[in-house]
């Protein structure tokens, strides 16, 4: 059985930082593309950033050069540092992969206010 679970979000003033952190069981971890997705109330669940089983990464455009996706194969974990947070950055944070399905973890609160 596949399961995701997040820890790391929380309350930032902008500009702050926060690291989001999601580990993996169920899965044979290092094979997959695992990816950080944000749902901000009213608005569609959008992927944040993305990496590949080799280390390939991607970003939307709206963090690039603010966040960095990594991972740790042998902790079977995802990582998502994110800096100089902004307020639209609050959302709920969700970790993904794909395998025949997605499969998404609780998801994370981020809060970026003053």
Known sequence: QVQLVESGGGLVQPGGSLRLSCTASGIIFRLYTMGWYRQAPGKQRELVAAITSGGSTNYD??????FTISRDNAKKSVHLQMNSLKPE???????NTKINSDYW??????TVSS
């Open 89 to 95: 950055d609050t959302a709920v944070y969700y970790c």
């Open 61 to 66: 455009d709206s963090v690039k050069g603010r």
């Open 105 to 110: 973890g609780q998801g994370t609160q981020v």
